[in-house]
């Protein structure tokens, strides 16, 4: 994980990185030994995941890292360090991400669903691995599990909600309110719940794209042509960017023909000229003033969720390292079937006796233990019983063994100071028919 972020990164050293385009499969071709390669970018962020083998030199896929976010993002090389983590710190960084703890505004729902949007974007570009997806779907779920079981996730706990709140100081009561949101990203969406839950009734969209009619219509409210804008920004009592496309679309211009109103610019890449905070009527809320302006969550929360990721990557690592048996499962079944097939192939293709199947049952089982066997007498010659029985118990699950072999039992008993049981011949008998 390779992150400049709010907390260690000035905001606007992080718009300029953000400009960095096509850097996914970019990086992907300048880490070879990467299977996979996600970019995640939010307001306040740009963060790639790597997925490279173990044997990988982490503090070398850094240095190329940074050298290529440097190339795409026009900055010295010099001026990009990042902050850096691997291993379960990598894991454990990606899980609390989606959850929202590393969120300028901790507990924000809106990262999970910009997380699964990076996701796809490394799907489409053919460079998100299995077990990177594996873990942003696991992520998500944790940050789900997360807004259930803790108070993270209630009112007040996004940057749209903290901007909101700012900006209500400002505007009469939000029924009364005049809003235009200016942009059709994942931030206008939650904007536009946000604006319906305090109250708004009139909010409309403008879009230098094509989109606005049709985000405007699957949300039930207005739209703007740009013919209309000037006229629409006249009108709004609070006008709420969010495109962060590198340009700014409320200039000074505009912004002087607008009048008294509030400008909430959520975009990293400023949307809002930032000369426009000192005209007159003009109040400008941006992502700095939100970051100096959050509420503290719970300390009992906080620790909550942090417990909650440390179980969840526990129990993803685990799983990590059950798939990585996959091949060897998978050769040890075809092994087993191509036995299966040929004792099958035996048969032929006349109806067989009950006593004619129960010869080929014991004929595919002296098969399918030939060499279990074999290598039972060679760990016996070998003094190596204790190694046989334990590998033997891990793959087979036969834990009676241990109990008919008298050397293991010698062998235990003398560990513990006792004699070693008298094992009848009745007992031992079915380690012989095994070899037989």
């Known amino acids: 994980m390779l992150s400049a972020d709010h907390r260690h990164a000035p905001l606007d050293d992080i718009a300029r990185l953000s400009g960095a385009t096509d850097l996914g499969p970019t990086l ?137 709140n700012l900006a209500a100081a400002h505007l009469p009561a939000w ?37 606005a009619e049709e985000f405007a219509r699957g949300r039930g409210i207005g739209w703007v042509d740009a013919h209309a804008l000037p006229d629409a920004l006249r009108r709004a009592d609070l006008v709420l960017t969010c495109r962060g496309l590198g340009s700014a679309v409320l200039t000074r211009s505009l912004a002087q ?18 000369s426009i905070a000192d005209l007159p009527g003009i109040t400008l809320i941006d992502l700095p003033t939100i970051q100096g302006s959050v509420p503290d969550a719970q300390v009992d929360a906080l620790d909550r969720a942090h417990a909650i990721i440390s179980e969840e990557v ?64 060679k760990a016996g010659e070998e003094g190596q019983q204790e190694r046989y029985l334990e590998a033997l118990s891990v793959v087979l699950g036969i834990d009676e063994a241990v109990s008919v072999c008298p050397a293991h039992a010698r062998n235990r008993s003398a560990v513990h100071g006792q004699q070693a049981p008298h094992h009848c011949e009745a007992r031992t008998r079915p380690l012989r028919t095994l070899g037989a």
């Open 28 to 164: 992907a071709r300048a880490c070879p030994q990467a299977r996979g390669v996600m970019v995640l970018r939010t307001c306040n962020r740009v963060t790639v995941y790597i997925d490279a083998p173990a044997s990988a030199n982490p503090r070398a896929l850094r240095d190329t890292v940074e050298r290529e976010l440097a190339r795409a993002s026009a900055m010295a090389r010099k001026d990009v360090k990042l902050r850096h983590l691997w291993g379960r710190d990598a894991l454990t960084d990606l899980f609390a991400t989606a959850a929202g703890l590393e969120s300028m505004v901790v507990g924000e729902r809106e990262i999970a669903g910009q997380m699964r949007r990076a996701a796809h974007c490394a799907w489409e570009d053919g460079t998100l691995s299995c077990d990177l997806g594996r873990a942003v779907e696991r992520a998500s779920a944790t940050s789900r599990r997360i807004a259930t079981e803790t108070s993270l996730a209630g009112a007040g706990r996004s940057v749209v909600a903290v901007g909101l």
């Open 314 to 377: 526990d129990s993803f690592e685990r799983g990590l390292g059950a798939r990585s048996m996959d091949p060897v499962v998978r050769h040890l079944r075809a092994r087993v079937f191509d036995i299966v097939d040929a004792e099958i192939a035996l048969l032929g293709q006349d109806p067989i006796s009950p006593e004619k199947a129960a010869r080929a049952l014991r004929h595919l089982a002296a098969r399918l233990v030939h060499n279990p066997t074999v290598m039972a007498r």
């Open 175 to 211: 029924e009364d309110t005049r809003v235009l949101i200016v942009g059709t990203g994942a931030y206008a969406g939650a904007s536009v719940s946000t604006l319906a839950a305090l109250g708004a009734l009139d909010v409309c969209v403008y879009s230098t794209s094509s989109r």
């Open 257 to 274: 023909r607008a009048g008294r109103t509030v400008v909430l610019d959520l975009a990293l890449t400023r949307d809002a000229d930032a």
